[in-house]
């Protein structure tokens, strides 16, 4: 004896199938996630001064917060970033990896 199955059982089996679907791509489409980093970027001027510029950063590793500080203040110095020195951010949770912002540096 086969079983076939009744439309109910059909339509809430398509139903549970959509839920998890729409459970996967959620996940798969949120934004990933980081740490933050503090960097200090040196970059040379117009007049071959060397300067520095402060920038937060999401990196996903301690030892990608380099480049990612590195690309982030390339993006706001008027000159080439020769180098960048990052350090987490304590009591800080998780963060977008896209995020990238100048900050004042510390006296």
Do not use: I
Not at 9 to 23: K, N, V, Y
Not at 50 to 62: I, N
Not at 99 to 104: S, V, Y
């Amino acid at each position: 004896m086969t079983r076939v199955a009744t439309p109910s059982r059909r339509s809430r089996r398509a139903a549970r199938e959509g839920a998890l679907l729409c459970a996967a791509l959620a996940l798969a489409c949120s934004p990933e996630r980081g740490t933050p980093y503090r960097c200090t970027c040196t970059f040379v001027t117009d007049f071959d001064d060397d300067a520095k510029l402060s920038v937060e950063v999401c990196s996903p590793s301690d030892a990608r917060a380099e480049g990612f500080g590195r690309g982030c203040a390339q993006t706001h110095a008027p000159g080439p970033v020769s180098g960048c020195a990052c350090s987490g951010v304590a009591g800080r949770g998780p963060c977008e990896l896209s995020a990238c912002r100048t900050t004042a540096e510390a006296p």
